[in-house]
């Protein structure tokens, strides 16, 4: 019977890695397919940010960074430090080719990680951008609540249910074929009471 199984253990180790591999990929493509991928204008982007009152003391991290248009103007107009993330490397990649159109200075002040967002450490963060889908927003809330007082949170288009925006949010900003409202939260976050 030992004769039979060392073969099996020895096919049974690649198959073992394989199944893990098809299944943190299947994972990851379910995470992509949750949020698509769809750009937020200039002009929403340049609101997010003076709405959120950045500085060059700040770190700005924007969860699904897309082609890092955040990110890069964050580290351009305020001098700060600013950090984008997306699960998909395709978008990372984008997120590369907009930092080397920076000039090198402010190159050093961005990074780009290909990570799952709701693994991500966001304690190094003083201001939170996303454009991602209300059900996600909501799953981000047990980390939003992590970060530090005083710390600000900015969506495009989309609110964080059960959570109170700051007064006077959500503000409409005009676009070119449609509106797009930008919501803004600071911490600590006002949890709704469940009725």
Request: proline residues 4%; charged residues 30%; positive net charge.
């Given at each position: 019977?030992?004769?039979?199984?060392?073969?099996?253990?020895f096919v049974a180790g690649p198959l073992a890695l394989a199944l893990a591999l098809v299944?943190?990929?299947?994972?990851?493509?379910k995470v992509k397919k949750d949020v698509p991928y769809v750009p937020t204008p200039q002009k929403v982007v340049d609101k997010m940010l003076e709405v959120a009152k950045v500085t060059e003391k700040d770190v700005v991290y924007d969860l699904g960074c897309g082609d890092g248009?955040?990110?890069?103007?964050?580290?351009?107009?305020?001098?700060?430090?600013?950090a984008g993330f997306d699960i998909d490397p395709e978008r990372?990649?984008?997120?590369?080719?907009?930092?080397?159109?920076?000039?090198?200075d402010i190159q050093k002040l961005v990074t780009f990680e290909k990570k799952n967002i709701f693994d991500l450490d966001l304690s190094g963060?003083?201001?939170?951008?996303?454009?991602?889908?209300?059900?996600?927003?909501?799953?981000?809330?047990?980390?939003?609540?992590?970060?530090k007082?005083?710390?600000?949170?900015?969506?495009?288009?989309?609110?964080m249910e059960g959570v109170t925006p700051d007064k006077g949010y959500p503000i409409t900003?005009?676009?070119d074929n449609r509106n797009h409202d930008v919501y803004l939260w600071t911490t600590p976050l006002k949890v709704e009471k469940k009725k």
């Open positions: 019977m030992r004769n039979y199984i060392r073969p099996l253990l299944t943190s990929t299947a994972a990851e493509e248009r955040i990110v890069c103007t964050a580290a351009k107009t305020y001098k700060c430090k600013a990372i990649d984008d997120s590369e080719k907009s930092k080397s159109k920076l000039d090198k963060a003083s201001v939170v951008t996303m454009y991602l889908l209300p059900d996600v927003n909501v799953k981000m809330i047990p980390q939003l609540k992590k970060l007082d005083g710390s600000r949170i900015v969506s495009h288009d989309f609110d900003v005009k676009g």
